[in-house]
C-alpha cells in the first residue's frame, strides 16, 4: 500500500493539482455561431471544477480540421474570448483546465470543409466511420493526400491554437493524438500509406506527431503540454499492424521532448479495455513523467492501479456527464446518475448544465 490516495493533491509541473480526477476530454457539440463556445459551457465546466483537472472537449485548430457539427474552435479571437469565459469561471472556482488540441484529418465531410473541399489525410483512404453533419450522421468523404510542402502549414496551425489557447487562460494544451484523427491516421499504418518522410517506418510515422508537440512545447512550454493517445483503440475505422513497438518510440520521444503528461485511452475508447493485447506498464515505466490513465475506470479500478504504481492521474469521461460533482461523490460513496444519451450531442442546457449535484457538494 503506498497510501495515497486519488483524493490527495498532486503536482502536474507547474501546477497543483487538488485531486487525481481528471475531466476527460468530452466532445458535446454545442459551439454556437463561429463555432464560438456557449455561454453554456462555461456553467458546464465550472460544475465539473471539482476535478483536480479538466480537459476540454476536443477543439479543432483550423477550420480543415473541424469534423462534426457544432464543435467549438480556437483559431479566432471570437472563439478564443468564448473560451476566456470558461477558463475564468473555472478558475473563479479554483479548478484547472487544459484545452484540447484537435484536427479530424479525414474524419469530416466536405459540408464542413472551406468551399466543400475534400477532407485531408496522410493517405487517400477514406474512413469506415460516420460523422454528424447538417443534423444527421452521415459517412465521412473521401479524403485527399496532404502534399508534403503542406504539413508545415499543419505543425504552425498547432502551435498558433496553443498560443490562443494561453491568450484564452488555459494552464495548457492536450494534443490529441488518439481516435483516429489526424495524428493518429499518420502514425497507424492502416491509414497511412506514405512513401515519404512521414510513412513507411516507425519513426516516419511518429514525426508528424513528434514535430506538433516539439512546436506546441516551443511555444507554451513542455510544462504546460500534453499527448492524449489511444495504441489499440479502433476509433474511427482506424487499424495499426504494429502498435506495441511504434507507441514504445513515441513514448521514448515525448519524454525526451519533457511533455508533462501522457493520456493514454487503454483499450478500445469507449468500448472494452481487452480489445487487443498491449503492454501499458511498458509505456508507464518508458514515460517519466506524469501518466494519465483512462477508459472504463471506475473508483475500485482506479484505486488498486494507483496502489500499485500504474498510473498518477484517472480521467474519467461519462461519469462526469451526469454527475457534475462526481469527486464529491466518489469520495462518499454515494450513487452515481446515469446520464441520458439523447441529450449527449447538440441542443441546450436539457442534458449538459442541468444535472443536479448532490446537496451539499461544491458543484451546485
Ligand atoms: C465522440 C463524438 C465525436 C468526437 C474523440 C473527439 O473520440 C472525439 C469525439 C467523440 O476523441
Known sequence: MSGKTLFDPYTLGPLTLSNRIVLAPLTRNRAGAGFIPSELAATYYSQRASAGLLISEATQI??????????????????????RKVTDAVHTKGG???????????????????NGAAPVAPSAIRAETKTFANNSFVDVSEPRALALDELPGIVNDFRQAAANAIAAGFDGVEIHGANGYLLEQFIKDGANVRTDAYGGSIENRARLLLEVTAAV?????????????????????ISSSDPQPQFDYIADQLNALGIVYLHVVEGATGGPRDVAPFDYDALRRRFKNTYIANNGYDLELATSRLDEGKADLFAFGRPFIANPDLVERLKAGAPLAAFNPATLYGGGAAGYTDYPALAGTSAQ
Open 217 to 237: 512545447v516551443a511555444e507554451i512550454g513542455a510544462g504546460r503540454t500534453g499527448v492524449r493517445i489511444s495504441p489499440v483503440s479502433p476509433a474511427n475505422g
Open 62 to 83: 483550423s477550420q480543415q480540421g473541424q469534423g462534426y457539427q457544432d464543435t467549438p474552435g480556437i483559431y479566432t479571437q471570437s472563439q478564443i474570448d468564448g473560451w
Open 96 to 114: 484547472r483546465i487544459f484545452l484540447q488540441l484537435w484536427h479530424v484529418g479525414r474524419v469530416s465531410h466536405v459540408d464542413l470543409q472551406a
